[in-house]
């Protein structure tokens, strides 16, 4: 019988390869495999990748319940002392509050270079922000087929690997999350690179030029056309791959 506390196929993968290293850092609720695809592409190009897993996922949402968002600067504190062993240099790579996660931890701890895939910025009217701050003691997860979860219009495949179900007082945990990126933001010193499809169904449509707007470090861009949210597991995705491995070489001396 089986005494793993995480879920099965979820476990944070290591990938040995050279002196450089990349830390892949998953979405809200998701787990390191969602990022598999982009370690497994990277590491065939020689790179040392670490597929990190953020507190309070890929066990029970019960302890993302329990979990604040410097939580998952920790997470990403941890994943750096690991790699300080392996590699000379490290990027960190996120998608969608992995983004998020990425940035705020560039501003804070000496990185190679960050890449931000499908980040929201998230500009929350005053009465969202009372909304989150209500919610932020129910700690019960809404499963996300249910009409009370807030992303009920943004649909996965069965399998995908993320919790089925959110607890609401998480959102408040992202609100700050995003108050302390957008503080980030002009104090990253690192070469940045933000990727975005202009048909991402799920965060706000001009995220891109808003994150781009704040940063003065150097930056670069790069919008794809009918990508899914989750850029690192569209059937395209490749074309995404070879953008942000030819921005590590461009970056890695």
Request: contains cysteine; proline residues 8%; positive net charge.
């Amino acid at each position: 019988m089986s005494t793993s506390f995480l879920v099965p196929h979820s476990e944070p993968f290591l990938l040995p390869g050279n002196r450089t290293g990349c830390i892949l850092i998953h979405g809200f609720t998701a787990m390191p495999e969602e990022m598999r695809f982009l370690g497994e592409y990277l590491h065939g190009q020689g790179y040392t990748v670490l597929g990190l897993r953020l507190a309070g996922h890929a066990t029970h949402p019960r302890d993302l319940a329990r979990t604040v968002w410097t939580d998952w600067l920790v997470s990403v504190e941890e994943g750096l002392a690991l790699l300080s062993h392996l590699t000379d240099r490290v990027y960190l790579i996120g998608l969608s509050m992995g983004g998020m996660v990425s940035l705020t931890a560039a501003a804070r701890y000496p990185v190679a270079g960050v890449v931000a895939l499908s980040t929201p910025f998230l500009q929350f009217k005053p009465d969202e922000i009372k909304e989150t701050r209500k919610n932020s003691r129910r700690r019960k997860p809404v499963p996300k087929n249910s009409p009370a979860h807030p992303t009920l219009g943004f649909r996965r495949e069965a399998n995908y690997p993320a919790y089925a179900a959110t607890p609401p007082n998480i959102y408040w945990q992202v609100n700050q999350l995003q108050a302390a990126m957008e503080t980030a933001l002009p104090k990253i010193v690192c070469p940045t690179f933000i990727i975005q499809s202009r048909h991402d169904p799920f965060i706000p449509p001009d995220s891109l030029d808003q994150i781009a707007a704040r940063l003065t470090t150097h930056r670069q861009t790069l919008w794809l056309a009918h990508f899914e949210h989750a850029l690192v597991r569209d059937a395209r995705r490749e074309t995404a791959f070879e953008g942000i491995e030819g921005f590590i070489r461009e970056h890695t001396v």
